[in-house]
């Protein structure tokens, strides 16, 4: 079983503002993700990080940014909101030296009114 | 780009009945295979992994993987309703700057009816 936190888990707030999606693990992981993932559509990657230190964007060009000061810890931020933004953001981990599966947070659901 | 293909479905199965979940992808190089379970409004939870060419059995399911072909799929026998979710195939890149990332299928939704 995992043990990834993200909170909050559910969010409305408003276009313009800032918030910071917060994901900690404590597996002492190295590596950490974030997946994008709209209502009944497909899990796209946004970006990931191998160590502190260290991100790369994903797959899908995305507005937020992250960072990744602790192992443990790798927040994502959006500076202004838009309900572009609206959209289930899940963040996972996996540990390079135990056969690198992935395993997910519960996720934090984002509407941007 | 790398491609994992599913077929979205829905696929509808009676209870205790077979069903058979099937992915391809386009990475030749791709060694990990990875199939999870996400029920509606939930995160992905991991249900299988397969390395190697052929079946991996862990009790009601089995993994199917045919390295050949690119093709792997998931068998879930003696299906409950409790079953019905959408089904995730996930393909771990091949290696270079990406390894470690995995892409995802667009999932393909189960419904197991009583």
């Known amino acids: 079983e995992a043990d990834i936190y993200q909170t909050p888990r559910y969010l409305v707030i408003g276009t313009g503002k800032k918030i910071t999606l917060e994901c900690s693990q404590t597996?002492?992981?190295?590596?950490m993700y974030w997946y994008q993932q709209d209502p009944g559509m497909e899990l796209h990657l946004i970006h990931y990080?191998?160590?502190?230190?260290?991100?790369e964007k994903g797959d899908l060009s995305s507005e937020s940014t992250v960072s990744r000061i602790r192992t443990e810890h790798f927040p994502l931020t959006l500076e202004s909101a838009r309900p572009s933004h609206t959209s289930q953001y899940l963040c996972?981990?996996?540990?390079?030296?135990?056969?690198?599966?992935?395993?997910f947070g519960e996720g934090s659901w984002l509407t941007v009114v | 780009q790398k491609e994992v293909e599913q077929n979205s479905g829905p696929l509808s199965v009676p209870e205790g009945a077979i069903a058979s979940l099937n992915c391809t992808y386009s990475?030749?190089?791709?060694?990990?295979f990875f199939w999870y379970r996400q029920y509606s409004g939930k995160s992905p939870e991991l249900i299988m992994s397969?390395?190697?060419?052929g079946d991996k059995e862990d009790g009601r399911f089995t993994a199917q993987l045919n390295k050949a072909s690119q093709y792997v799929s998931l068998l879930i026998r003696d299906s409950q309703p409790s079953d019905s979710a959408t089904y995730l195939c996930?393909?771990?890149?091949?290696?270079?700057?990406?390894?470690?990332?995995?892409?995802f299928g667009q999932g393909t939704i189960l419904t197991v009816h009583p």
């Open positions: 990475d030749r190089g791709s060694q990990s």
């Open positions: 996930a393909v771990r890149d091949a290696g270079g700057t990406s390894y470690g990332k995995l892409t």
């Open positions: 996972a981990s996996s540990d390079s030296h135990s056969g690198n599966t992935i395993y």
């Open positions: 597996m002492g992981h190295d590596k």
């Open positions: 990080s191998y160590g502190v230190n260290s991100t």
């Open positions: 397969i390395y190697s060419n």
